[in-house]
């Protein structure tokens, strides 16, 4: 469901998710990501990457957004989206706050 891995040298966050995310399994994996964000300290980048998740719900969104809030929305990425979850955050308009690719 989620591998979380952390690149020091280029102070960047990859959360790479897979499958179903829904309001099943969003709550654990928020907390993994905000567990490990307070191990990075401040300053690092997070990227999502969902090139393995096949479904996207309004609370797996929420998640994001907490995600871009918490390390501003320039420092925060959403990628590998399949073209059916990129038009979601196009519809979304959340690709005007952070990029989505």
Same mark, same amino acid.
Request: aromatic fraction near 10%.
């Given at each position: 469901m989620l591998e979380l891995t952390y690149n020091? !040298?280029?102070s960047?966050?990859?959360c790479t998710f897979a499958g179903r995310m829904d309001g099943s399994n969003?709550? !654990?994996a928020d907390a993994q990501v905000k567990a490990e964000l307070a191990k990075t300290g401040e300053g690092a980048s997070v990227a999502f990457d969902? *090139? *393995?998740v096949d479904y996207v719900s309004?609370?797996?969104?929420r998640v994001i957004i907490g995600a871009a809030k918490t +390390? *501003?929305?320039?420092?925060?990425s959403v990628i590998n989206c399949r073209p059916f979850i990129k038009r979601?955050? +196009?519809d979304? *308009?959340?690709d005007r706050l952070f990029s989505v690719s």
């Open positions: 020091a !040298e280029q960047l966050l990859t969003s709550p !654990e969902l *090139g *393995g309004s609370a797996f969104l +390390v *501003g929305e320039a420092k925060f979601l955050f +196009v979304a *308009g959340l």
